[in-house]
Nanobody
């Protein structure tokens, strides 16, 4: 199983980035996909998730600014991030999860830095 993130980088406050995650080795369309982030010295927190039925969920801190989407034909999940703030700076991780049976996979992470 591989989850490979891309699209991170340095952006000014107010700017946008689009993260992508390419999944392989899983039956993608039955997994709930999510994006998490971890800032230095902080725990890893969920940013957004999307189920196989396309139900989405967002952390309060990103509602209205971030949008998660998935393309089951391409085994891809995306995170469109707009109106970025310095506090969005973190390593962003892609996650694939199913509950029956339990399976939980992580990507290697991609750095997002919001700074002027």
């Amino acid at each position: 199983v591989q989850l490979v993130e891309s699209g991170g980088g340095l952006v000014q406050p107010g700017g946008s980035l689009r993260l992508s995650c390419a999944a392989s080795g899983i039956i993608f369309n039955i997994y709930e996909m999510g994006w998490y982030r971890q800032a230095p010295g902080q725990q890893r927190d969920e940013v957004a998730s999307i189920t196989s039925f396309l139900t989405t969920n967002y952390a309060d801190s990103v509602k209205g600014r971030f949008t998660i989407s998935r393309d089951n034909a391409k085994n891809m999940v995306y995170l469109q991030m707009n109106s970025l703030k310095p506090e969005d700076t973190a390593v962003y991780y892609c996650n694939a999860r199913r509950t029956t049976p339990w399976a939980d996979y992580w990507g290697q992470g991609t750095q997002v830095t919001v700074s002027s």
